[in-house]
């Protein structure tokens, strides 16, 4: 049964009467500001708002400064305040920079305090792994978003095809009739998949157990030329080759856009966010209740795919002067109450796998919330911030998709170049 949504008022009097038990005792009545840094898009008003009056309660006098960040050169930005004496208490930091701002010193070590945050035992691993540093926990789950496979009705009932595949086997014979039904169509994808497009090729191979880079004493090192690695590496290749058009095996999935190319009735499926949903149906208002989606699948059935889960966690500056008073407001912004508030206003799917069936959502969209629940994450390692600058892995997928050189090879110069960015720092 669906838990009842609460409004923010309500929200704000659960958060303050009980639902983050463990909080600190309140401050003197003197008080201060608690600075809290969030990016843009990230949240509305109604959550923080909820989340401030209830931390308003915890400690009279107290006042929240919110200010909102632009994605654009936040990276520098952060990275000049950490250094500084008065650094915001609190900022939102995506999920996998993490890492390059613990390595700097200028996080908080929170793992001494994760049992008090609420569901912290079943926080979503993408979200929460590359938190995790050296040993320590860096910042706290916040939001996510992943990508499912988004298919038309229409054309697989018109191929003959009755459900979503269970397997990748299955996706390629169901790409396979879908081929024939629509020969006829010029630059047809059974699948749209664009060979830049990482996030959704590296769920391939996580389902064959592979890995990106593993750590061996002490260091990261590329793990692409694993037995369970290359499965994946060779699978994505025979997906992406045999179900998209050549033409999008050295492009990503903005140009030309991936929605756009499923709306205009040249492809059947393609991979991508929520957020494309909408695009779908401004592209083509004819294309509206002909869309579904649907997990991508794995080798075995019943195994999907892990996805892979952008978002955002919440971190502490070591050199706020609010230790206690921050670490309150996160538990606050990351417990139950807010979490679901967030998940209805905003869409974003919450940070815990027990959340995910809080909020009812429409049956296109609740596919995405299910995939969360298995999510995999990329090396928690400051170097990873260099791998995602250098585009190494929309370099490697493409390279795959065209396939001037054989699987092997790719592998083992992209598990050099890996060797060497992640220990960079």
């Known amino acids: 049964m669906k838990k009842r949504l609460m409004t923010s008022t309500a929200v704000a009097v659960a958060l303050a009467t009980g639902l983050s038990s463990g909080l600190p005792a309140p401050a003197s009545a003197s008080g201060g500001t608690l600075t809290v840094w969030l990016m843009t898009g990230d949240t509305q008003p109604a959550v923080y708002n909820a989340v401030n009056a209830a931390f308003a309660k915890q400690y009279p006098g107290w006042t929240v400064n919110v200010e909102i960040q632009q994605w654009s050169g936040i990276a520098s930005k952060l990275t000049a305040a950490l250094a500084g004496s008065s650094p915001p208490d609190v900022m939102e930091i995506g999920n996998t920079d993490v890492a390059e701002f613990a390595a700097s010193g200028g996080l908080a070590n929170l793992a001494p305090d994760k049992g008090q945050f609420q569901n912290s035992s079943q926080w979503l691993s993408g979200l929460e792994g590359p938190a995790e540093y050296d040993g320590g926990l860096y910042a706290v789950p916040e939001l996510a978003g992943d990508r499912v496979v988004v298919y038309n009705k229409a054309m697989f009932r018109q191929a003959g095809i009755s459900r979503p595949p269970a397997t990748l086997d299955q996706l390629l014979a169901d790409g396979a009739a879908l081929k024939n039904r629509f020969a006829k169509v010029k630059d047809f994808s059974a699948l749209y998949l664009p060979g830049e497009e990482w996030y959704a090729a590296l769920p391939i191979v996580w389902a064959y157990g592979g890995q990106i880079a593993v750590q061996k004493a002490g260091r990261w090192v590329g793990d692409l030329e694993s037995k369970a690695s290359l499965a994946g590496l060779h699978e994505y290749q025979v997906v992406q080759n045999y179900l998209s058009t050549p033409a999008s095996r050295d492009v990503n999935e903005a140009n030309p856009s991936d929605a756009a190319v499923f709306a205009s009735g040249k492809a059947a499926m393609f991979i991508d966010g929520t957020w494309t949903l909408g695009q779908v149906i401004s592209d083509n208002k004819k294309m509206a209740g002909q869309i579904g989606t649907f997990i991508l699948p794995g080798p075995v059935a019943g195994k ?50 027990n959340l995910i069936g809080l909020v009812k959502v429409a049956p296109d969209v609740a596919n995405y919330f299910k995939a969360a629940s298995v999510s995999n994450f990329t090396p928690p390692v400051p170097g990873w911030a260099t791998v995602e600058a250098d585009n190494v892995m929309q370099d490697l997928f493409a390279q795959l998709a065209e396939g001037n050189q054989n699987v092997e090879a790719i592998a083992k110069s992209y598990d050099n170049k890996l060797d060497v960015l992640l220990n960079a720092h």
């Open 304 to 353: 999907p795919a892990p996805v892979f889960l952008g978002g955002s966690d919440l971190a502490i500056a070591k050199n706020s002067p609010n230790q206690a008073q921050a670490l309150a407001w996160v538990k606050l912004y990351t417990g139950t109450a807010a979490q679901e508030l967030q998940t209805k206003l905003e869409g974003f799917i919450p940070n815990a796998s």
